[in-house]
């Protein structure tokens, strides 16, 4: 694709630049937003500190550079966003729209690592222009980052803190290569964060491989802001600087650029779990809990039969509520008749019904006839939620004619105790939606988490190397987004899982994958402690979303699970 990059001047940003180009993109612009009349902005959103300098990444990277003023302010700060007037995310929106006028692009690139406020913005001015967010460092080890950002060339300079263990006298104006030592004593000492996520200090990057010239800083000067005992607060203005020629690097590529440079790739992705697939089968994989297995089988339902005997809906004291056995059946008009015929029924018992809204939906599972209709089923699916819609799982199973799909949902009124988890942009971290659908919700103590497949989050394409890659896959997904829900959650806070395949003989794999993942649980808790016990569906299905053989579904809590009791079920 090509990518436009939000800069800042730091560190983050001209590395997440690097992240786009090994994966193939190309920057063809620079975006910059900064404040007018003043060396900083008291900003949610953008670092501005050190913007005086900005300008010089034009020619250092031989790229056009578009900036714009911040007009407006943190006015919006709910966690969630929508169009605020005079917030400032709309001078990044306005900023974008005007650099679509002049370059063609596709993509955005930002170094967002852990902050969901922007990620959600950037996502959302993203999803307005309708182009792709990328946001490589998104939830990467911020130890491991910052010493691969040293490692791969990126040279910065540290122009402010703002932190308790840093000395605006003492740590300004040194490199992150020199600092690093310390920063990882401040992170054991203080908690601080490594990259300084929390705003402890920002940089200005001087060079970097993608850099045609390296920006030289002839002037600088100190300010303190704060001279506080414990934290003080000082910047560097960067007052002159000048440009510096690297002979030979603008004869090629941006790719070329970084011909072997150490930056993560999503190849190095593919490359553990095929280290860790070899690796788990040269040694046993006992299992670590009791577990009760059966064989269940599905008789075919008699397709004379118009198996329709109307949804069961129900809702608690507590706002919880379920709905199952919504049908849809072939329509004269058309498929997309069919799904909004389905999600009309599921909103009517929703609101009509049990008195609770569509926002309150947490899961959804959708059975389709054919995989081959998912895009046109979620072209109609997606009108019917907004800014957070629900987790889902969505599987093809055998069913009768004229019947096309079958839906169920569990969902909670709960809101103020509703965390969701929708990640739209392209990172390293687990798989951006692939559909209309959040990647997962937490309401009160319960995870409800989307069906996972082995797609390289990189790439968002199928890992491709056969079923036990992408059980390690697909496996380290639903982990990553239990621990991003809900701090240390892993496979043991599983209270059901529901594992789809698409052939019997995987079953056995993706059953070595699950109790390898849990394996280290009994270590640490013994049988005697009380613990829930976690129920493993193993069901065959014709088909999974993208050509995947494995899909897990689970539901977790925030409690421990342990034991594990299994079952399998054929879908043919």
Known sequence: MKVVALISGGKDSCYSMMQCVVEGHEIVA?????????????????????????????????LPLYRRLIKGSSVAVAKDYE?????????????????????????????????????????NVCARLAVTSFSFLWRRDQSNLLAEMI????????????????????????????????????????GLNVCGEGG????????CPLFEKRIIIDHTELVIHSDDAFAPVGYLNLKEAHLEEKPGVSDFSQKERLKGVPVLRSLDTISQIVETVSSEITSSSTCCAPEEESLWSLRPIDPGLKPDPGPEYCKDGAGNFSVSG???????????????????KLKYIIEHK??????????????????????????????????????????????????????DCVGSSAQHDRHTMHVQGISHWAPANIGPYSQAVRVGQWIR???????????????????????????????????????GATLRNVMSCVCYVTDEHYVPVARQ??????????????????????????????????????????????????YTSECIIYAY
């Open 151 to 190: 490692e791969s060339g990126v040279e910065a300079i540290v122009i402010k803190v703002a932190a308790m263990g840093l000395d605006p006298r003492k740590h300004l104006g040194k490199r992150i290569d020199e600092i690093y030592p310390y920063m990882i004593k401040m992170q054991d000492k203080y």
């Open 200 to 207: 402890e200090y920002e940089t200005f990057t001087i060079d």
């Open 83 to 123: 169009p605020h007037k005079g917030d400032e995310v709309e001078d990044l929106y306005e900023l974008l729209k005007y650099v679509k006028e002049k370059v063609e692009f596709d993509g955005v690139a930002s170094g967002a690592i852990l902050s969901d406020y922007q990620r959600v913005r950037v996502e």
């Open 449 to 487: 988490v989307a069906g996972q497949i082995g797609l390289v989050p990189g790439t968002m394409e199928l890992i491709g190397a056969g079923i036990a890659c992408e059980c390690a896959l697909s496996l380290r997904h639903v982990e990553r987004v239990l621990a991003a829900m809900h701090p």
């Open 513 to 562: 994958h699950w109790r390898q993942g849990t394996r280290d649980v009994e270590h640490n808790y013994g049988e005697s402690e009380s613990f829930s016990v976690s129920v493993v569906l193993y069901v065959v299905v014709p088909s999974l979303p993208r050509g995947a053989t494995v899909e897990w579904e689970v539901t977790a809590v925030t409690d421990v699970c342990l």
């Open 30 to 62: 620079l975006a910059n937003l900064r404040p007018e009349g003043k060396d900083e902005l008291d900003s949610y959103m953008y670092q501005t500190v050190g913007h005086h300098a900005v300008e010089f990444y034009a020619d250092a990277m031989g």
């Open 326 to 344: 919504l049908l849809a059946f072939k329509s004269p008009s058309g498929l997309k008749a069919s799904v909004g015929e389905l999600m009309d």
């Open 354 to 407: 049990l008195g609770v809204k569509m926002k309150d939906v947490t899961f959804i599972h959708l059975n389709v006839m054919s995989m081959a209709e998912f895009a046109e089923v979620n072209s109609v699916y997606k009108t019917y939620f907004t800014t957070n819609p629900p987790a889902r799982a969505c599987v093809q199973v055998p069913l009768p004619e004229p019947l096309l799909l079958q839906l």
